[in-house]
């Protein structure tokens, strides 16, 4: 008997031939990019460092794009939102050290969200491993160390040999639900010394599927199908799932009202009869969601951004479907699913009952005129105004970028994202300089579409040397700054807080006239005006800037 763990593809002769006289020319860098051409990457990102140099200099001799980045930080950003995008694990190419170290805060922000980013880093030679003190460029005690709380897995290469394993098992890491970054290291000289090892050619590293117990989805099934007041929270791991169809069909199975996180905008229509819309900061939202008898989670962790900062307390039952075990019930009691939401929505399709309810429609409607009157009273007419007028603008199928910035916190709650995945935020661990980085990566990904980015004046002046990739490669994006001149939510909360501000002033520049001297057309624009600049912007092929002095407040808080 034949089992399918004996069988192994054999090399035809032709293939032997080709391992036992592999070409000339090559070092341990070829081995780095031949691994990702055989797993399907077609795009890396990165920035050079001298330890890395051998990775560099084997890209010339790959089908592998570069799009070279100013800052490390911003090229994590970049891939982040590449991963985001096509849902592959972007590639990262980094030196050691210093380089290495630029890196954290964007992989942070890609482990929060679970975006596939692949950071491949250098390190000091081999003989400068262990943590002894050697004195090389670049050493650290323990490089590892730092990433090992960041990212989802880290891999250590110290030969050749190991190069192809250690980058697949990375690669089904980042993909495997929840996906997130990873962290692979190789020394300088392993990378530099000339190989004689044959050319990598396909290479197997296939997620694992996290698929939920049945025993779990016949109960969740139950309790959703004989609730009196189900309501259903999405989050971003049904974007990033591809389930956002399969949670309308339940959501209308059900007859349960549906709000989604900022990580999951777009998961669930906007306009929907069921749709709740994104409201999670408004206390009318919080008070429906507290009285469902059955809430199911999907995809999120109810975190403090969910959770209307920790205010929400479900009286009801809580089942939660989340593919990241670390979040099963890590902030209210549930049935937790441990699945990955398309997997275990699936379940709950092919399980549950119809439920009617016509009133559901009419409670949610309710809800929303609630919300409504409350921002009438507030004189937010112009905060209003410029989220209307960017909606204008958007083309519905292209991407938004959005830095922590006043804007983005009011597209949080009140942008219709109108499609899955078109809509991202640096909310996950909540870093500046996000927006236009990522951006790039998204343009980069797929150019087919305008992509806008979002940032204040304070974010942008993170990323402005970026504006001389968005020129070199080309990049479809419209980049709007809102110029308030400071940090304008920390200005806000100081003053709440305290009576006044301190250290969020910020004397800037001239944001038109920097623009154009990197080659890219810029707007100085206005409330009035800002959907027409911005619709042009985004019309006209290659990088612009849109800019708006405007000083904007938030709605008041519901959690305080």
């Known amino acids: 008997m034949t089992h399918d ?91 050691s050290g210093p380089g290495a170290l630029m890196s954290l805060a964007a992989l942070q922000e890609a482990a929060a969200a679970s975006a596939p980013v692949l950071a491949i880093g250098a390190q000091v030679p081999t003989a400068g491993l262990g943590g002894g003190r050697h004195g090389y460029l670049h050493e650290l005690r323990d490089q590892q160390a730092s990433f090992r709380d960041v990212v989802k897995s880290v891999h250590t290469v110290r030969t050749q040999s190991q190069i192809p394993s250690a980058i697949a098992a990375a690669w089904k890491s980042a993909l495997t639900a929840p996906h997130g970054p990873v962290w692979v290291e190789i020394p300088q000289d392993v990378l530099l010394a000339a190989t004689t090892l044959p050319v990598v050619t396909a290479v197997d590293a296939t997620p694992d599927e996290i698929a939920p117990r049945p025993e779990l989805t016949a109960v ?18 049904v974007v990033r799932s591809d389930a956002s169809g399969k949670l309308r069909a339940l959501a209308e199975r059900i007859n349960a009202p549906v709000v989604t996180t900022f990580g999951g905008k777009g998961a669930f229509p906007w306009r929907h009869p069921l749709s709740l819309q994104s409201w999670l900061e408004d206390r009318h939202t919080t008070d429906f969601l507290e009285d469902a008898d059955v809430l199911l989670v999907v995809g999120s962790g109810l975190g403090e951004l969910s959770s209307n900062y920790h205010t929400f307390a479900p009286r009801g039952r809580v089942v939660q479907i989340e593919a990241d075990a670390g979040k099963l019930e890590s902030n209210h009691p549930a049935l937790g699913i441990h699945a990955d939401a398309r997997l275990a929505l699936q379940a709950l399709l092919e399980t549950v009952e119809v439920r009617e309810d016509p009133s559901a429609p009419q409670r949610v409607a309710a809800v929303l005129a609630k919300i409504a ?17 960017v909606r204008e603008a958007l083309p519905a199928a292209a991407p938004s970028f959005w830095d922590m910035t006043i804007l983005a916190y009011w597209a949080w709650s009140a942008f219709d994202a109108r499609r899955p995945n078109t809509m991202h935020s640096a909310q996950g661990a909540g870093g500046l300089g996000y927006a236009f980085p990522a951006a790039l990566g998204a343009a980069t990904a797929d150019p087919t579409h305008p992509v806008l980015a979002v940032s204040g004046d304070g974010g942008a002046m993170y990323s402005i040397a970026e504006l001389a990739t968005a020129r070199q490669y080309g990049l479809d994006v419209t980049w709007l700054i809102v110029d308030d001149g400071g940090y304008g939510i920390l200005r806000e909360y100081m003053t709440d807080a305290f009576g006044e501000a301190t250290a969020t002033e910020l004397a800037g520049p001239d944001f038109v006239a920097l623009a154009r001297s990197f080659g890219v057309p810029a707007t100085l624009t206005t409330p009035d005006t800002l959907a027409q600049d911005l619709t042009e912007a985004l019309r006209t092929p290659g990088p612009s800037v849109v800019v708006l002095p405007a000083l904007l407040r938030m709605f008041e808080p519901t959690h305080l």
Not at 220 to 237: D, Q, S, T, V, Y
Not at 373 to 389: F, I, P, T
């Open 220 to 237: 969740a099934a139950h309790l959703l199908a004989n609730a009196e007041r189900p309501a259903i929270i999405a989050g971003g791991g």
């Open 5 to 95: 763990h004996d069988l192994v593809l054999r090399p035809t002769a032709a293939q032997t031939a080709a391992a036992l006289n592999p070409p000339a020319g090559r070092n341990g860098g070829d081995l780095v990019v031949e691994t990702l051409s055989g797993l399907g990457a077609t795009t890396v990102f990165g920035l050079p460092g001298q330890h890395a140099l051998g990775m560099f200099d084997a890209l010339r001799r790959s089908s592998l794009r570069y799009v070279g980045l100013r800052v490390e930080n911003n090229a994590g950003f970049a891939a982040d939102a590449y991963g985001r995008i096509t849902g592959e694990a972007a590639p990262l190419l980094l030196s």
């Open 373 to 389: 009157d409350r921002l009438a009273a507030q004189d937010l007419d112009l905060e209003q105004q410029v989220v209307a007028a």
